[in-house]
Structures are given as structure tokens and as C-alpha cells.
């Protein structure tokens, strides 16, 4: 394993111009972790902004095979870090070895997918019409069209996720399979974790021969801003909470040259259990929903903060049983001092609520976070109380019994947008309540069935998505082979000489794509053209 030398990753070199530095912690103890790290300067920052920008030409313009050779030898560099890295890992946000192992597994796996998205090559939505210069009353000239990357990407790490949503995490992943050079602001809850993949990465530019600058790296609090504000930034990639995603929104929108941002936020996630299901399963759904609500110490956005159902006698003993459920949960170690801190103020807010009750869970005391249940009053969902809108990070629910479909139907209209939705139930409430799709589809962007919304595949299909709050834009996913269509733009060539045109769009077809051609999907060459 390399030395964690802790400073900023810029055009493949190492910078340190700043005194301030900045401590790795022990995400159990809080003690000093021995790694320290290089506050980025300001002048660091526009030098990473202007590497990233010099490497833009040529890294768009390598083959995508070219690329896709990177993303894999990304993949290998990283399936490569050994179990003292994983220890790191660990001992910077407390989770487990397996966790770790898990979610590095999932990290080299989209940086792999991402390099068959390249060899596939439908992400370039190569589009031909050909010319039709005899057409009445007008003729019709050859226009031609595919999408390129849109130019260098800022992305922020997320704390909950120290390597898939991360440092070589999606949005890197998805922005340099885009043809887009990254530069990656590190979370300051895993520094050490992220110099030891940023040293990874870096092996895979050297291996593969990228141009210096695809991949840079900032460390530091304060450098967000000038990021976003550097005119060679183009997009920018986010997981994190609804205030600092918003603060990046502002930002961007208020650049000479205003630029989108795709920040993940805040969702609470709904549950809807239906009577059916209630009556021949209501106990094994309240241990399944307890465990999803506390798996990793609910730090996931996917989290199930808001359980809903029909009032009724079966739906009070559900809550019963959940509530016992979490009361039995051991407490857990949460990322940082921070992210406990946070949670015991969500949980303060909800006690104090006149609206909103205490169910179950032990009292909030101590290190690690504890389970909790709430019950609140449906109206306050109906009127889209704001604190019940609010995600709480950790593991914590919140029920609300509906006392009729109409009641339901008006709270779940008084939601904002979510990551997921999830119905709980039986053929019979699938038929008895099939206005709730619909409902939902407008709502989320991932609507489950007899599932928990805790655990997101990478897959084609996926979307991790959905309206505001949750995201800052529903057009797009930050999981699944979807997300580099956010890190793409469309170009149109029009009467461009064959020897002038990309190769996706030539006749000849040399990349043997399947293109749109005057209406119809081919894959074949145009014949009979110069």
C-alpha cells in the first residue's frame, strides 16, 4: 500500500502549497488517525479547475475503447487494495470489514460497467438523416448527430458511502466514461481513504496512458465554492444533504455561465403497508422494515423514514411490533461526531413536535445512534408539515395511520419528491389500490413492491432519482448505466464531409453501432455515399 502523503492530486502530480492541515479521524474514538492532509488553496483549486480543462480535448476525443480501458484498469487497481487499506476504510467511518469489502466490490463493478456502456456505444445517440435534395417543397440536407461530453466535472464525495459514492465513485465513474476529466473535493470524513483510491486511480492513468489532469483531487473545507464558481467547471456531481446541495444550485446559477448541477439530497422514502398484507404477515414485515430502517446505522438515502397505513386495529399491531423490533436494536457507531450530532438534533425536533409522538426506541444517550419510532398525526402529512418532510439520518422511522383511502390518498399528495416508494401487500390491495401507482409515478423515481428500499443495484435499469428535494434534477439517475447521460450534450454536423466526421457517424460505421437512420434503427453501413 502507498504512503498516504496527503497532498492535493493535481495533473498527476502532488500539491501541498497551503500550512493549514487538516486530521484524520477514528470514526469510534475520535482520536487522531497518523495521516494529515494539505488544505487545498484557492490557487490549488483553479490549478486542478485548469488541469482538468487541458485535459478535456484529448480525453473526449480518444476512442471509446480507449476509455473503456481506463474504467477497467480503474476496476483492477481497485479490486488490488489490499485489507490493510480496507482496515483504513474502517477505522475512518466505522463500518464493517464486509461493508467495506461489499462496497468496494460494487465500486470496481460500475467503473466495469460503465467500460461496456463505451464498447456498447448507444450512449452516443448517433442519429443520421440523410440528405434529400430532390424533396418538395424544400430539400433536406444530411444532418447527423451524436452527444459528447460537456467538459470537466466537479465532484463532491458523499460521507455514507467513503468509496461507491466517492472518490472513484458514480459520478466519477459516470463522468469520465462521458469523455469529462474530473476534479474530485474529498469528504472530510474519509481523507485517508480517499488519497489511497486517488493513488489508484492515478496507477490506471499512468498504465493506460490518459493525458494528466483527467483525474485531480482537493482536500479541504471552504474549496466547494470556487470549484463550482471556476469557469472551466461544467457540471457538477453531488450526494449530500438538502442545504448544501441547494448551496451549489445557487452557485452554479449565479455563474456568468450558468451550469447544471446533479445533486442527491434528501428523501424519506415511504413504506406503504396495505390491509392485506397486515393480516397475513403483519409481524414478518415489521422485522423485515425494522431492519431496513436500521441497516448501517440508517445512513442510507434509500433509508424508510415514513411507514403509512390504514387505520385499523391490524395496522396498531404492526406498529406494536415494530416498535418492539427497534427497541431491541443494539446502537451503532455512525460515520462521525458530525453525523450523530445531526441525528440527535432530528430527533429533538421530533419530540418536541406537538404533532408527532414517541413510540419505542431506548433513550438517545451516550456515542451511537438508537433506534427510534414515531407516530404522527396525518394531517400534519396532508398539510406538508415541513419537519415531517425532513429526512432524519440514521435509524429512525416515522408512521402515519390514515383513517381512510381518502385520507391516504391526500397525505401521500402532500409529499415531495423521493428517492423510492415501496408498497407492502397481497394480490387483492394490488387490485383494491391501483390508484396509488400513478400517484407515486410522480412522486419517485424507483417505486418497489414487496421489497425494502434499502440496497440500490447497478445496474441498466436502475434509477437513484426522483423529484425535488430528492435530487436537484428528476431527468436524471446517480446509479445505473443512465447517470452519464447527465455528463453529455448533443452535437449536430450538418453537410460535414465524410473525412471531417466522427467516427460514430460516418457511413462506413467502423464502430458498427446501432444508429438511427432516416427513422430506423441499423446497424449496417451506408452504401453508395462519399
Not at 456498447?120 to 452527444?147: E, F, S, T, W
Not at 480517499?194 to 492515478?202: H, Q, S
Not at 439530497?265 to 403483519?282: D, H
Not at 390514515?402 to 423510492?420: K, V
Amino acid at each position: 500500500m502507498p504512503e498516504i502523503l496527503g497532498h492535493n492530486f493535481i495533473a498527476s502530480q502532488r500539491s501541498a502549497a497551503g500550512t493549514q492541515r487538516l486530521q484524520s479521524l477514528d470514526a469510534t474514538t475520535g482520536e487522531p488517525l497518523p495521516y494529515s492532509f494539505a488544505q487545498a488553496t484557492e490557487g490549488e483549486v483553479t490549478e486542478a479547475a485548469e488541469a482538468a480543462q487541458a485535459a478535456f480535448a484529448g480525453f473526449r476525443q480518444l476512442p471509446p475503447a480507449r476509455r473503456a480501458e481506463f474504467l477497467d484498469a480503474i476496476a483492477a487497481e481497485l479490486d488490488a487494495l489490499d485489507d490493510a487499506f480496507v482496515a483504513i476504510v474502517c477505522r475512518e467511518t466505522a463500518l464493517p470489514t464486509a461493508r467495506i469489502q461489499g462496497e468496494r466490490g460494487r465500486t470496481s463493478g460500475q467503473m466495469r460497467l460503465f467500460a461496456q456502456v463505451l464498447r456498447r456505444g448507444d450512449y452516443l445517440g448517433a442519429r443520421i438523416d440523410l440528405a434529400q435534395p430532390d424533396r418538395k417543397p424544400l430539400p433536406r440536407v444530411d444532418l447527423r448527430q451524436m452527444r459528447i461530453g460537456v467538459g470537466p466535472v466537479a465532484v463532491f464525495g458523499a460521507s455514507n458511502f467513503p468509496l461507491a459514492f466517492s472518490t472513484a465513485g458514480g459520478d466519477t465513474a459516470a463522468a469520465l466514461a462521458a469523455g469529462c476529466p474530473v476534479v474530485f473535493k474529498a469528504h472530510s470524513g474519509h481523507m485517508a481513504t480517499a488519497d489511497l483510491v486517488g493513488c489508484a486511480i492515478e496507477r490506471a492513468v499512468a498504465r493506460t496512458g490518459m493525458p494528466k489532469g483527467v483525474f485531480n483531487m482537493v482536500f479541504g473545507a471552504g474549496v466547494g465554492e470556487p470549484l463550482v464558481k471556476h469557469p472551466a467547471i461544467q457540471a457538477v456531481g453531488f450526494t449530500g444533504s438538502l442545504k448544501g446541495g441547494d448551496a451549489l444550485c445557487r452557485m452554479a446559477a449565479e455563474r456568468p455561465q450558468p451550469i447544471p448541477v446533479f445533486a442527491e439530497m434528501s428523501s424519506i422514502n415511504p413504506v406503504i403497508v396495505l390491509p392485506g398484507a397486515l393480516a397475513k404477515r403483519g409481524e414478518a414485515i415489521a422485522r423485515e422494515l425494522a431492519g431496513s430502517v436500521c441497516m448501517g446505522a440508517g445512513q442510507f438515502c434509500t433509508n424508510p423514514g415514513l411507514v403509512i397505513g390504514l387505520q385499523s386495529s391490524a395496522f396498531s399491531q404492526f406498529l406494536e411490533d415494530l416498535g418492539t423490533h427497534l427497541d431491541q436494536q443494539a446502537g451503532q457507531t455512525m460515520l462521525n461526531a458530525g453525523g450523530l450530532r445531526s441525528y440527535v438534533s432530528g430527533l429533538d425536533h421530533l419530540h418536541a413536535h406537538d404533532g408527532i409522538v414517541h413510540l419505542a426506541g431506548q433513550p438517545q444517550t451516550g456515542p451511537q445512534a438508537r433506534a427510534q419510532l414515531f407516530k404522527a398525526e396525518a394531517r400534519l402529512l396532508v398539510a406538508s408539515d415541513p419537519l415531517l418532510q425532513e429526512e432524519v439520518f440514521g435509524p429512525t422511522t416515522v408512521a402515519v395511520q390514515a383513517r381512510d383511502e381518502e385520507q391516504l390518498r391526500s397525505a401521500l399528495q402532500g409529499l415531495r419528491g423521493q428517492l423510492t416508494a415501496t408498497l407492502i401487500g397481497e394480490p387483492e390491495d394490488f387490485a383494491a389500490f391501483a390508484w396509488l401507482v400513478p400517484l407515486l409515478e410522480e412522486k419517485v423515481g424507483r417505486i418497489l413492491v414487496n421489497g425494502y428500499p434499502t440496497g440500490v443495484e447497478v445496474c441498466d435499469a436502475m434509477v437513484h432519482g426522483g423529484p425535488y428535494p430528492a435530487t436537484s434534477d428528476a431527468r436524471g439517475t446517480s446509479v445505473g448505466t443512465l447517470a452519464i447521460d447527465r455528463f453529455l450534450r448533443p452535437v449536430c454536423y450538418q453537410n460535414y464531409p465524410q473525412a471531417l466526421l466522427p467516427e460514430p457517424l460516418r457511413d462506413s460505421n467502423p464502430l458498427g453501432l446501432r444508429r438511427l437512420v432516416n427513422g430506423q434503427w441499423s446497424e449496417e453501413a451506408l452504401q453508395g455515399r462519399s
